[in-house]
Each structure stands twice: as structure tokens, then as C-alpha cells.
């Protein structure tokens, strides 16, 4: 696990600190910043998000799909826990805490706004950081990509019909076109690009190159990309954060219960099935954790910068390491 992996939270403990202080310091001159928008899509941040997501994106190769027919079990299990379980889960979380346990500390329109960022990141399993989960608790490498490039796939269109849906549930109307703008922006262009590249790359410099050379010079793209992001959103939220904390640990609470649920869920799944440790590990994995990215990217373009559903999303990157660790630390311990 690398040096910044290893103390993500830390990074983004320090994010929160600056973009904090950044947000005090400028006041309404930073929010220039926020008016600079194509349609619901920030630039700004439309650009960073992009800086992250794609050298994940590019790392994909499309081609080992082909390696699921070894264990079409472990395959059904990551899509049924990540689209049939998890985002629904996630609303039922937030809809619990939000409206009803936490009615006397939240007004009823924050709380609609903490339930759709919940909802985002209910709706976008992990396609990142999963990779270094499964490292980490012995995960079969090739069939792990095998599950992170097909729950790609099918976040190409299962995404936007689901966040959708439970968002109209939730009494929360959202115009399709704005998800559809979204998702092709921080999605399917990214994924095409590095697709693009990843052929293209390894075809006219081998992969020898490409996994020693190209992609170490990408992280720190991606690391910058990450906290630079950080910092925009906490310069906005920073008077919602200072002028009341304890929402941070309300927002947390639900999102932590929901993580250990669903991993629990997947892992007694898995053995029920009789999958090996090298696969349940990692499908239990991708179904605990998210594409903070794009539910970050999403809830900004369709609430904006300094809004509650953003919070709750970036709230999500700063629990995901810890929880995610001590995931590892329990499927190292029950490893069969």
C-alpha cells in the first residue's frame, strides 16, 4: 500500500483544515469559482475529477472480461450486492437517520439533501481503491478486474436509472438530463480515454513500460487531482462545517453502519456459495466501498459546490480508509 494510500485520511483531515481556512480568508471571492459551469457540470472540478479518475480508468483492460467464465459465481455475487442490494440499502440508511432519528437536529430540506448524497454514493460501487483491498487480503488480482471492469460496465447504465428512481422516492426531483451529463462526462469519456490508451500505449511501448514507467507518473496527477478537490469543497462547506461540526459525525454514522452491513452481507454470501478467499475477499470489497469520485463529481453538479449532499459524499472519502482497513484486517483474520 503506498505512502498516501496508507494515510489518506490524514490527507484528507489536512484537506479539510486548509480548504477551511481558504473558504474563511477569501470569503464570497472564492465562490467566482462556482460560476464557472457548462451546463450543470463545474469546470473546475469537471477538470480534477477527470485528473483522478482517469489513470484508474486507463489501468482497465477490457480484454480479461473473458477470464469470468473460471468463476461465474463470484461475478453474480459483486453485481447482485452492488446493484440489487447496496444502493437500496444505502437509501434505507439515510432515509432512517436523516428524516426520522435525526428530525430534531436536521431541518427537513438538509435532510432530503444528506439522503441524495448518501443515495450517490449507494448507487457507485469502487473502482479504484478495491485494487489495493484486494492486494491486501490476497485477492485473486486478474479476477478482481474482472468484477471492477464489468461493474463498470454496468454503471454505464444502471447508474442513472437507479440514482433516479430512489431519488424520487425520496420526494427529490432531479432532470434526467443532468444525470445523463454527468455520468458521460465523469464516466464514459474518462473510461474511453483510457481505454484508448491503454491499447494504444502498451501496443507501441509494451506493457513492461507502461505498468513501470507511464502509470507511476500518473499517480501523482491523480493524488494532487484528489486533494486539490478536497480543498475546493471544503472552502465552500467550510461555514456549513464550522458552524456546526456535529453534522459531520451525523452524516458518518449511517455511512459507516451501511459499509460493515453490506461487507458482511457479501462475505457470508460468498461462503454460502463456497467461493474461494481470493475472490469473496474482493467482491465483498467493491460492494463495501465506493466511486467517491463520481458521487462527489454528481452531487456537485446537480447540488452544487456548497451543498449537503456534496458534504455527505466528501464526508464518505474521509471514513472510507479506516473502515476499509479494518475490513481488510477482519477478511485477513477469517481467511478459509
Known amino acids: 500500500m503506498g505512502f498516501f494510500e496508507r494515510y489518506l485520511t490524514l490527507w484528507v483531515g489536512l484537506c479539510i483544515i486548509v480548504g477551511i481556512a481558504i473558504g474563511q480568508l477569501t470569503g464570497d471571492s472564492i465562490r467566482v469559482l462556482s460560476d464557472l459551469n457548462i451546463s450543470t457540470v463545474n469546470i473546475p472540478v469537471a477538470i480534477l475529477v477527470w485528473l483522478m479518475i482517469y489513470p484508474m480508468m486507463v489501468q482497465i483492460d477490457f480484454s480479461s472480461i473473458t477470464k469470468v467464465g473460471s468463476n461465474p459465481k463470484g461475478l453474480a455475487l459483486t453485481l447482485i450486492i452492488n446493484w440489487l442490494i447496496k444502493p437500496f440499502t444505502m437509501a434505507f440508511f439515510a432515509w432512517i437517520f436523516f428524516d426520522k432519528l435525526y428530525a430534531a437536529y436536521l431541518t427537513p430540506e438538509l435532510a432530503q439533501e444528506y439522503i441524495a448524497g448518501a443515495i450517490l454514493l449507494g448507487a457507485a460501487p469502487c473502482t479504484a481503491m478495491v485494487f489495493v483491498w484486494s492486494y491486501l487480503t490476497d485477492g485473486d488480482a486478474g479476477y478482481t478486474l474482472v468484477q471492477v471492469a464489468i461493474n463498470d460496465l454496468v454503471l454505464l447504465i444502471a447508474f442513472i436509472p437507479i440514482v433516479k428512481f430512489l ?64 480543498v475546493l469543497l471544503f472552502a465552500f462547506q467550510g461555514e456549513k462545517i464550522l458552524a456546526s461540526p456535529f453534522n459531520i459525525l451525523l452524516i458518518a454514522i449511517p455511512l459507516t453502519i451501511q459499509t460493515y452491513l453490506i461487507f458482511f452481507l457479501a462475505w457470508w454470501i460468498g461462503k454460502g456459495l463456497k467461493l474461494p478467499h481470493c475472490i469473496c475477499s474482493p467482491a465483498s470489497m467493491i460492494g463495501a466501498s465506493n466511486f467517491f469520485e463520481l458521487a462527489v463529481a454528481v452531487a ?37
Open 300 to 336: 456537485i453538479a446537480l447540488f452544487g459546490l456548497n451543498s449537503g449532499a456534496a458534504l455527505v459524499t466528501v464526508v464518505g472519502v474521509l471514513i472510507e480508509v479506516p473502515v476499509m482497513l479494518s475490513l481488510v484486517k477482519i477478511s485477513n483474520k477469517w481467511k478459509y
Open 167 to 230: 431519488l424520487g422516492v425520496t420526494n427529490i426531483e432531479i432532470p434526467f438530463d443532468a444525470l445523463l451529463s454527468s455520468v458521460v462526462i465523469f464516466v464514459v469519456l474518462p473510461l474511453a480515454a483510457g481505454f484508448l490508451s491503454n491499447r494504444v500505449l502498451i501496443k507501441s511501448k509494451g506493457e513492461k513500460w507502461f505498468q513501470t514507467v507511464f502509470l507511476p507518473k500518473l499517480k501523482p496527477v491523480s493524488i494532487v487531482a484528489l486533494l486539490t478537490t478536497l
